[in-house]
Every structure is written in structure tokens, then in C-alpha cells.
């Protein structure tokens, strides 16, 4: 069992930055797969990215290049480093802990990118 806790969500001026993080407790943090979603109502959620257990990352097209996931195994956390926001990166994000087909998820924080 993972408990994950995001925070660092907020208001952001377009091209701005802000970096979320997500604190897991309960097991084994080491032996996740960790990833960042998001969701705006009414859409499915997207995924934003992922990072291995040796800290391997993937991002999806639409955050390449302006989004960073990184972990600490040491702190048990995880971290999205977002560059370069647009209004379209305004969402619920979520912190998600996989191991096999076992998945675990924060409860959100909301990421608003507005003028």
C-alpha cells in the first residue's frame, strides 16, 4: 500500500514555472514505477509522464521539452518541474505509483495557468 501527497499547485502567469511535488509513505517507494497525470473536467486523464525505479523518464509530446519528473528514492518523493506554462496546461494533476498492475494515487492539486 502507497499513501501519495501532491502539493505545489496553484496560480501561474502563462510562461511562468512551478514545480509540484509528491511525498509517498507506506511501502516501498524504491520499487515504483512513478508518474504525473492530469485531468480537466470532463476529459479523460492524460498522462504527462513517467519515471523508472532507476529514474529513467518518458514524457508525453504535448509537455516535452518544458516539463521535468524527477524522484528522490532517499525522501521518498517525487517531483514535476514545469517550464514555460500555457493555459492549456491548466488541470488536476496527479501523482500515480505503479508496481505491476497494482496502481496507487494522490489526491490532486490544481494547476491554473492564467493571465
Known amino acids: 500500500q502507497v499513501q501519495l501527497v501532491e502539493s505545489g499547485g496553484g496560480l501561474v502567469q502563462p510562461g511562468g514555472s512551478l514545480r509540484l511535488s509528491c511525498a509517498a509513505s507506506?511501502?516501498?517507494?524504491?520499487?515504483?514505477?512513478m508518474g504525473w497525470y492530469r485531468q480537466v473536467p470532463g476529459n479523460q486523464r492524460e498522462l504527462i509522464g513517467t519515471?523508472?525505479?532507476?529514474?529513467?523518464?518518458n514524457y508525453a509530446d504535448s509537455v516535452k521539452g518544458r516539463f521535468t519528473i524527477s524522484r528522490d528514492n532517499a525522501k521518498n518523493m517525487v517531483y514535476l518541474q514545469m517550464n514555460s506554462l500555457k493555459p492549456e496546461d491548466t488541470a488536476v494533476y496527479y501523482c500515480n505509483a505503479r508496481l505491476g498492475p497494482i496502481n496507487f494515487w494522490g489526491q490532486g492539486t490544481q494547476v491554473t495557468v492564467s493571465a
Open positions: 519515471i523508472s525505479r532507476d529514474g529513467s523518464s
Open positions: 507506506g511501502s516501498i517507494f524504491s520499487l515504483y514505477g
